[in-house]
């Protein structure tokens, strides 16, 4: 059986937050704010994936760079064009910046996370992050008949998290990815707007849905959830 971790962030957080100086208030010790560091997009190459064609995995990898530049910028506009006095709930620049913020870094972070837990040559799911999926779902069988059932009822993704209030895994949809439950480790999730499969498999989400499935790489999965503390 597996044992369970503690949640550490990855190490690139921990030296980012570390070095981070934060400006101080008020008089002569107050210093200009840092400068915006970008996040720069990964490079992810097309594979011979069961069922997702090589132009569907370029169209989404343009995709995917598409929302590093947005969230770079809106970003950039928070950070550097605050309009702090323009804030409104209803309309305001603010408020698509922050908007559009959450809207974008949330589709840079759910794709870096679907380009590398796909691959040509999966690995099986196996050893403590089985065993976690068989506590909390009470079968694999019953986790892949709920994992099908939801990316055929949302319109958005559906992801696999462990929920660090409760010490569990969860599968949450949604329509949108800007929307989340917070304090949760992502640890898989599935695409399923019709950018992902469209292309290949038309208005047929099902059979995308089990070519997803037959690509899903569990080593991967597993590396994830070794990394955030879930399983060791």
């Known amino acids: 059986m597996y044992e369970q971790g503690n949640w550490q962030p990855w190490p690139e957080q921990r030296t980012w937050a570390g070095s981070l100086t934060l400006p101080l208030i008020g008089g002569a010790q107050e210093a200009p704010p840092p400068a915006y560091q970008p996040h720069k997009a990964r490079e992810f190459t097309a594979q011979d994936l069961q069922g997702i064609s090589r132009a569907t995995q370029e169209q989404h990898f343009a ?11 809106a970003r950039n506009d928070l950070w550097r064009q605050p309009a702090y006095d323009q804030a409104d709930s209803n309309y305001s620049p603010p ?14 972070k759910n794709h870096e996370m679907f380009f590398q837990i796909v691959s040509a040559q999966p690995q099986p799911l196996s050893g403590p992050l089985r ?3 068989v506590r909390d779902f009470g ?4 986790f892949l008949a709920d994992l099908k059932a939801a990316a055929k009822s949302v319109r958005g993704w559906v992801m696999l998290v462990c929920d ?3 010490g569990r ?27 992902a499969y469209f292309l290949d498999h038309g208005r047929d989400r099902g059979a995308y849905i089990d ?3 037959a690509n899903l790489d569990w080593g991967a999965v ?11």
């Open 139 to 142: 079968s694999v069988e019953r």
């Open 169 to 195: 895994l969860h599968l949450f949809g949604g329509d949108r990815h800007d929307h989340a439950v917070w304090n949760t480790v992502l640890l898989m999730g599935i695409d399923v707007f019709e950018h």
């Open 131 to 133: 065993d976690l999926i």
């Open 63 to 73: 995709l995917y760079r598409g929302y590093v530049q947005n969230t770079n910028e």
């Open 222 to 232: 597993a590396e994830r959830a070794r990394r955030y503390g879930v399983i060791r």
């Open 95 to 108: 408020r698509d910046q922050r908007i559009g913020e959450i809207w974008n870094w949330n589709g840079v």
């Open 211 to 213: 070519a997803f499935l």
């Open 164 to 166: 660090l209030d409760d």
